[in-house]
């Protein structure tokens, strides 16, 4: 299985500053066949499911704002949120969708400092 | 819209068999995968498995023995069976979409976008 490792597991910040989640796989996503890294990262708040906001490491989906942005390639991946708003305030998961069983990192919580 | 809703006993008792459905609307079943996830409160995602329309499966070598998934491309709908079931499956069960697409003649999974809003499975006597 690949295992995908979050750091940190909470990170409080002020409103504005900047965040930075980090994801480690322990097997490389990346498929030579397209160059693309098999790697989405979802936005979860209390009582609602996973929002997808990231894909193939760093497209954003549709409708997210262009604060959330992610980066990285083979086995490090990163997300980043340029200026921290309200709402912004849930945990946040990577994973891999490259190879079955598919696999979720544990989540980093988000909080206000 | 795609909207998927899943559905099903909120209670099961331990050794029982857990079955969700997960129905589709706005949208057709064919032609995806349908992946089944599951939380445990305060903690974080599990894959299960996935089911494509044409009724091949793919599930978690940890839950193999205890899933199956099935799909109704008449109703719209996916379904899950956990069987013997303990206080460790307790969770939201939720079911997603996931896109595929051919690379160099192979099929690969897509990102999962939409997911059902989830159902709460206890395990209770």
């Known amino acids: 299985d690949i295992v995908m490792t979050q750091s940190p597991d909470s990170l409080p910040v002020s409103l504005g500053e900047r965040v930075t989640i980090n994801c480690k796989s322990s097997?490389?996503?990346?498929?030579?066949?397209?160059?693309?890294?098999?790697v989405a990262w979802y936005q979860q708040k209390p009582g609602q499911p996973p929002k997808l906001l990231i894909y193939w490491a760093s497209t954003r989906e549709s409708g997210v704002p262009a604060r959330f942005s992610g980066s990285g390639s083979g086995t490090d991946f990163s997300l980043t949120i340029s200026s921290l708003q309200a709402e912004d305030v849930a945990i946040y998961f990577c994973h891999q969708y490259f190879i079955t069983p598919l696999t979720f990192g544990g989540g980093t919580r988000v909080e206000i400092k | 819209q795609v909207r998927l809703q899943e559905s099903g006993p909120g209670l099961v008792k331990p050794s029982e068999t857990l079955s969700l459905t997960c129905t589709v609307s706005g949208g057709s079943v064919n032609n995806y995968y349908w992946s089944w996830i599951r939380q445990p409160p305060g903690t974080g995602l599990e894959w299960i498995g996935y089911i494509f329309s044409s009724g091949n499966t793919d599930y978690n070598p940890s839950l193999r023995s205890r899933v199956t998934m099935s799909v109704d491309t008449s109703k719209n709908q996916v379904s899950l069976k956990l069987s013997s079931v303990t206080a460790a499956d307790a969770a939201v069960y939720y079911c997603?979409?996931?896109?595929?697409?051919?690379?160099?003649?192979?099929?690969?999974?897509?990102?999962?976008?939409?997911w059902g809003q989830g159902t709460l499975v206890t395990v209770s006597s």
């Open positions: 997603a979409r996931v896109p595929v697409e051919k690379v160099r003649g192979l099929t690969m999974l897509r990102e999962a976008s939409y």
């Open positions: 097997h490389s996503v990346l498929y030579s066949s397209n160059n693309k890294n098999y």
